[in-house]
């Protein structure tokens, strides 16, 4: 077995490929220079009621913990970042779609991708390990891994391992694979020969920005607190009124600057079954999803990333739906909500009431 940074790479990619993965690098444990902003947009406001981003690092003079991998972990020398498509070949969020129906974002429609890539990860620091001397009763050093939850802006050192450009919409962008890939990273005290960060090729092209309903999107920024995936799953209490109607029909997240990315145009798709959509979830029924109880709810979105919503979030995302959908069949459900004991519920229902009254004579 080696330590060579070259055979080490050579060894964690293979091992990548054979685990399913279709992309995989690996970015210094460095500060990058993306991240200085960080501070900033965070004391901007920008990021909402999201508290975790503003985890502090454990030092005495306290940084933002996702500043610089470095903080957190001062043994870091490399960090293999790896995609996995979850891409399907079903319908667009912005093709049209029957009334009354509903838009789960596709990440959602399988099973809870952390299980799925924490697992393929775990395996995957094993294989570096082995390939490192471990097997042979050496010590192979440290490592973690994290799928969202660790204290890393993932797309930033995925950039930086060749896995993709950060787009217009924020989102990092494949020439091959588009965007619609989950991110997954392996953080090592080993030294692995590293990648580099791929030309932007976004252009002149503006569809992103254009497209975003609730105008949550600059030039490579985003203001989280008008993004209508922050809106529907991050998001605890009331969605401000004004941003209400451009929610739409999205009853959990939001792939709009995705669909319409040329990028995402002819992007494969998955043949994984963990990721294959799950009864229903593509354009969803309005009033079959309002229909459940908790005990229901719990049990259809077992091991699904929908709970991430939390049951109370889903049915204020639900009646938001409704009365964007100007359907008056839905009254007799939100009037029975109008009354519920959530008053965030209550609040979005009786809104949602007021928005079916110029409709009232549509089916």
Avoid at 1 to 12: E, F, G, H, K, T
Avoid at 18 to 25: N, S, T, V
Avoid at 283 to 303: G, I, S, V
Avoid at 310 to 318: C, E, F, V, Y
Wanted: hydrophobic share 40%; charged share 25%.
């Amino acid at each position: 077995m080696s330590r060579d940074p070259i055979a080490l790479r050579r060894a964690v990619l293979a091992a990548a490929r054979e685990l399913g993965f279709e992309l995989a690098g690996i970015a210094p444990a460095q500060a990058l220079p993306e991240l200085q902003a960080f501070p900033a947009w965070i004391a901007s406001g920008r990021a909402g009621e999201m508290r975790y981003l503003e985890r502090k690092a454990p030092r005495a003079d306290a940084p933002y913990a996702r500043e610089n991998i470095l903080h957190v972990f001062p043994w870091a020398r490399s960090v293999v970042c790896c995609g996995l498509v979850y891409n399907t070949a079903q319908p667009k969020s912005t093709a049209p779609a029957p009334p009354g129906r509903g838009w789960i974002s596709r990440y959602a429609w399988g099973d809870d991708y952390h299980e799925v890539l924490l697992a393929k990860l775990r395996r995957l620091a094993e294989h570096l390990r082995a390939a490192a001397g471990a097997a042979a009763g050496e010590e192979a050093g440290e490592d973690r891994v994290y799928v969202d939850t660790g204290p890393i802006v993932e797309r930033v050192y995925a950039r930086h391992a060749g896995l993709g450009w950060i787009g217009k919409n924020t989102c990092l962008i494949d020439q091959h694979h588009g965007s619609q890939f989950f991110l997954g990273t392996l953080v090592t005290s080993l030294l692995i020969a590293a990648d580099s960060a791929p030309e932007d090729r976004c252009g002149s092209c503006t569809r992103c920005l254009e497209a975003c309903p609730t105008q949550a999107l600059q030039p490579y920024q985003m203001d989280a607190r008008r993004c209508i995936a922050y809106l529907t799953i991050e998001l605890r209490g009331a969605v401000p009124e004004a941003l209400r109607p451009a929610v739409g029909r999205h009853v959990l997240g939001c792939d709009i600057c995705q669909d319409v990315c040329p990028w995402n145009r002819r992007a494969p798709v998955t043949d994984l079954a963990a990721f294959q959509p799950r009864p229903g979830l593509v354009n969803p029924d309005l009033e079959e999803l309002a229909a459940m109880d908790e005990t229901a709810y719990r049990e259809r979105f077992r091991a699904s990333a929908v709970k991430r919503a939390k049951w109370a979030g889903l049915r204020r995302n639900l009646a938001l739906a409704m009365g964007n959908s100007r359907q008056a069949r839905f009254r007799p459900r939100l009037q029975a909500w109008s009354e519920s004991d959530d008053a965030v519920l209550r609040e979005h229902a009786r809104w949602a009431l007021r928005q079916l009254e110029p409709s009232d004579a549509n089916p």
